[in-house]
């Protein structure tokens, strides 16, 4: 089946770690996306690329990196400068008029 | 720029009855809507979006909304509630033509439906 893989589905960090959360796509897409998810707060953009090898900044990108190796693969890195990164953290990919969306990272400080 | 505002961010209904969540843009060229449906710990689901041929548009779950250009809206309605449809609901807007169609979210409106 064609979609978005995010995983783990669970992730925690201890004070000071970088960690990476995976996102894979088999949609054949050019366009993928990270969104961070608060209660509240709708989605908000941090990463997007729409090409391989490159990327940009989305609304919050402080604390958190991007890379854009192959077409299918835009993994994030929450680095330890992202002061509150306890969030869910959603991929998604764009093509034409629709996003097709992963099932989520749920990440926690302990 | 783009932007949304979802009215409400939490609406509560009867079972049976009607379902009513509102959602303003404001976008400086014609503007692509949409809305999603999360439930608890997933991804979003595509309800149903607008792209600028009719102007009421249906979806899935017996979803349908009203894109009205003089009210700035996309409000999304379903006639008839069911337990099913309690999750929170998500509009959406990217602007139309080229080939950035980075999407801008409103900040969501939980639904509760009461048996």
């Known amino acids: 089946d064609g979609g978005i893989t995010q995983s783990p589905k669970y992730l925690f960090r201890k004070e000071g770690q970088n960690v990476t959360l995976s996102c894979e796509q088999n949609?054949?897409?050019?366009?993928m996306y990270w969104y961070r998810q608060d209660p509240g707060q709708g989605l908000r953009l941090i990463y997007y690329?729409?090409?391989?090898?490159?990327?940009q900044k989305g609304d919050i990108a402080e604390g958190y990196s991007v890379s854009r190796e192959k077409k299918e693969s835009f993994p994030l890195t929450v680095t330890s400068a992202q002061k509150n990164p306890t969030a869910f953290y959603l991929c998604?990919?764009?093509?034409?008029?629709?996003?097709?969306f992963g099932q989520g990272t749920r990440l926690t400080v302990v | 720029a783009q932007s949304v505002t979802q009215l409400g961010s939490h609406v509560s209904v009867s079972e049976g009855a009607l379902v009513l969540l509102r959602c303003n843009y404001s976008?400086?060229?014609?503007?692509?809507l949409f809305w999603y449906v999360q439930y608890p710990n997933q991804g979003l689901q595509l309800l149903l979006k607008?792209?600028?041929?009719?102007?009421l548009v249906k979806g899935i779950n017996g979803f349908e909304a009203e894109f009205k250009k003089s009210e700035t809206s996309f409000h999304l309605t379903k006639p008839s509630a069911h337990m099913s449809d309690a999750a929170e609901y998500f509009c959406?807007?990217?602007?139309?033509?080229?080939?950035?169609?980075?999407?801008?979210f409103g900040k969501g409106t939980l639904l509760t439906v009461n048996p």
């Open positions: 959406a807007v990217s602007l139309s033509g080229g080939s950035n169609y980075k999407l801008t």
């Open positions: 998604a990919s764009i093509q034409a008029t629709e996003a097709f």
């Open positions: 949609l054949n897409h050019d366009a």
């Open positions: 690329s729409q090409i391989v090898n490159d990327f």
């Open positions: 607008y792209t600028s041929a009719a102007t």
């Open positions: 976008s400086s060229v014609p503007p692509y």
